[in-house]
């Protein structure tokens, strides 16, 4: 008889469907799900999540009927979804991939799908936190990301690349059954487990995405213009002084228009997009890091970081990271 998928893992084993979607909307996103057959009944179903500080893996499957699914919210995170056996049309705007064998289908961020699941369908999701996979791109580029990752959503996984890293995932799933394997280090929800930044990095090379030319530039050791560095490494370093596009060009030695024109052509933003994106990933990061009860507010990062109109600050905010600033803070650790 086939083991389990992360047996040591499980939530659910019965035969309610409600139960089956009530576990799954606790580890991925809510949604509404029903048969897809007025005479379907699910007969079994089954939910196993494992999560591993940035990487989360979270197994269902159903039995005796196919499944219509609708998330009733968007996806806030990166969710890579692996057929275990069966097939998942996933649709979302006019883009939509059928989730086979062959082929995985990536919800991004703030994207509201359907899926219609067949019978007897079996799936793994890998899920990484946007702003885990999108610190471990800057790592990779060095610098801000200055907008959130957009993969393409079909991932062929008889690609090479794409291969590896899904071998890589099947791996993973075997050595959790290990207690004393790499996934068990630290403790299951250790977010120094070494498996989430190998498999971020896979990804991220393995799978199209809006930073891959960037990703293949400096791999290949292709460099930017001088005026281009030089007024980057001036806003990385302070992002919080007053930075004009005449300041940077100065530095940099060319006339604004020049600077102007080398970032359209390098970067794809206008120096001053570069600097608010900057500027509202230190926010981020210092909302993300406040300390229960220091009595640290919004307006007080957000003027330390060089934004003096909250409003319009908090209006950026949330079309960067999907939520307002206090709703980050709140969420800091205790």
């Excluded at 389990?4 to 991925?28: G, I, K, T, Y």
């Excluded at 799900?33 to 007025?38: A, D, G, K, S, T």
């Excluded at 990804?203 to 293949?216: I, K, T």
């Amino acid at each position: 008889m086939t083991r389990p998928v992360l047996e040591r893992f499980s939530v659910v084993d019965a035969d309610d469907l409600d139960e089956f979607r009530v576990s799954v909307s606790r580890a991925l996103t809510p949604h509404r799900l029903v048969p897809l057959e007025r005479s379907g009944r699910v007969e079994r179903v089954s939910v196993a999540v494992a999560p591993l500080g940035a990487l989360s893996l979270v197994y269902g499957e159903h039995r005796g009927a196919a499944l219509g699914a609708t998330l009733t919210e968007q996806v806030d995170y990166y969710d890579i979804n692996l057929s275990w056996g069966g097939r998942n049309l996933i649709t979302c705007g006019d883009d939509e991939v059928v989730v086979d064998p062959h082929t995985a289908g990536i919800i991004s961020p703030r994207m509201q799908a359907q899926m219609r699941l067949s019978d007897d369908y079996r799936q793994l999701h890998v899920r990484f936190e946007r702003y885990a996979l999108e610190r471990h791109l800057e790592g990779l580029l060095g610098r801000t990301v200055v907008a959130p990752i957009r993969f393409r959503m079909a991932m062929d996984l008889r690609g090479p690349a794409a291969a590896s890293w899904a071998r890589a995932v099947r791996l993973l799933v075997e050595d959790l059954d290990e207690p004393l394997g790499l996934g068990g280090v630290g403790g299951a929800v250790d977010a120094t487990n070494p498996w989430s930044g190998f498999l971020m990095t896979g990804l991220l090379l393995a799978q199209p995405h809006n930073y891959s030319d960037q990703l293949a530039e400096r791999r290949h050791g292709a460099h930017r213009p001088a005026p281009v560095k030089g007024a980057i490494d001036l806003i990385e370093a302070r992002p919080d002084e007053e930075l004009t596009v005449e300041r940077l060009a100065a530095e940099a030695g060319v006339s604004p228009r020049s600077l102007q024109r080398h970032f359209r052509d390098h970067v794809g933003v206008a120096p001053r997009q570069y600097l608010q994106q900057v500027r509202l990933a230190r926010v981020h990061a210092d909302l993300r890091a406040a300390a229960s009860g220091s009595g640290l507010t919004v307006a007080d990062v957000a003027l330390r970081w060089g934004f003096s109109h909250v409003p319009r600050f908090a209006g950026a905010y949330r079309e960067r990271y999907g939520e307002s600033p206090s709703a980050t803070l709140r969420a800091a650790p205790e």
